[in-house]
């Protein structure tokens, strides 16, 4: 059954990204693998920095703040709710949630710093690891783009996947331009988001298999 085999596929995907988020976790904290790259990450970003770009990258990150994520996703929600799609608005406002509360939970576990104040661009005053910014943008860009991926066809969908992959990875590296996070720490982050998205998919393919609700008009 088709079924059957998206769920399994699902449910191994969420697994394998556990197992990716937890390791690249521990790499960061440890000083390992990517952490590598931590050092020369921040230096390539300061020695780009400039005055116009500083001030893009301020209000891009600004943008994707855990802030405005977790807004865009409750505002998102509300409407779904509002036009009948109990079920997506719920699991996108809880997906946000579990998303927050997870690399909230990681930040003040393991409490590591932030790289050194004097090359911070911006305030950040919470613990580093993994960057919320990079967890919430992978959480609930992604979350939208499941929820929209029925209601696509082939080039809509190219351009969803490619406008995500634009702006998460652009909040990332914000991160480490601005001198708030360590390039592991974005890593983590996105994996981490990545990680309880595919949870929370494997849930949402889960219940629609055993709820199925009659369509909604667009």
Same mark, same amino acid.
């Given at each position: 059954?088709? @079924? =059957?085999r998206v769920?399994?596929l699902? +449910?191994?995907? *969420?697994?394998?990204?556990?197992a990716?988020a937890?390791?690249?976790?521990? $790499? /960061?904290?440890t000083g390992?693998?990517? $952490? @590598?790259?931590d050092? *020369?990450?921040?230096?390539? /970003?300061i020695?780009s920095? *400039? !005055?116009?770009?500083?001030?893009?990258?301020?209000?891009?990150?600004?943008?994707?703040?855990?802030?405005?994520?977790?807004?865009? /996703?409750?505002v998102?929600?509300? !409407?779904?709710v509002? =036009?009948? =799609?109990?079920?997506?608005?719920?699991?996108?406002? +809880?997906?946000?949630?579990?998303?927050?509360?997870a690399f909230?939970l990681?930040?003040?576990?393991?409490d590591?710093?932030?790289?050194?104040?004097?090359v911070?661009?911006v305030e +950040? @005053?919470?613990? *580093?690891?993994?960057?919320?910014h990079?967890?919430?943008?992978?959480a609930?860009?992604?979350a939208?783009?499941v929820? $929209?991926?029925?209601?696509?066809?082939?080039s809509?969908?190219?351009? +969803?996947?490619?406008?995500?992959?634009? &702006?998460? @990875?652009g909040?990332?590296?914000?991160?480490?331009?601005?001198?708030?996070? &360590?390039?592991s720490?974005v890593?983590?982050?996105?994996?981490?988001? /990545?990680a &309880?998205?595919? !949870?929370?998919t494997?849930?949402?393919?889960? &219940?629609?298999? =055993?709820?199925?609700?009659?369509?909604?008009?667009a």
């Open positions: 059954m088709p @079924g =059957r769920l399994a699902t +449910a191994t995907c *969420s697994l394998l990204l556990l990716l937890a390791g690249l976790i521990w $790499a /960061a904290f390992v693998g990517p $952490a @590598g790259e050092r *020369s990450a921040l230096a390539g /970003a020695d920095r *400039s !005055v116009g770009v500083t001030a893009v990258l301020v209000v891009f990150t600004n943008l994707g703040s855990t802030a405005v994520m977790a807004a865009l /996703a409750v998102t929600g509300i !409407v779904l509002v =036009r009948g =799609r109990r079920v997506d608005g719920v699991w996108l406002i +809880a997906t946000t949630a579990g998303a927050g509360a909230t990681v930040k003040r576990t393991l590591r710093p932030r790289p050194p104040l004097a911070r661009l +950040a @005053g919470n613990e *580093s690891l993994p960057s919320g990079a967890t919430m943008s992978m609930v860009v992604g939208l783009v929820l $929209a991926w029925p209601h696509l066809t082939g809509l969908r190219l351009g +969803a996947l490619l406008v995500a992959a634009a &702006w998460i @990875g909040i990332g590296y914000t991160r480490i331009y601005l001198g708030v996070h &360590w390039f720490d890593v983590a982050g996105w994996a981490t988001g /990545a &309880w998205l595919a !949870v929370c494997g849930v949402l393919l889960w &219940w629609r298999a =055993r709820h199925p609700e009659p369509a909604v008009p």
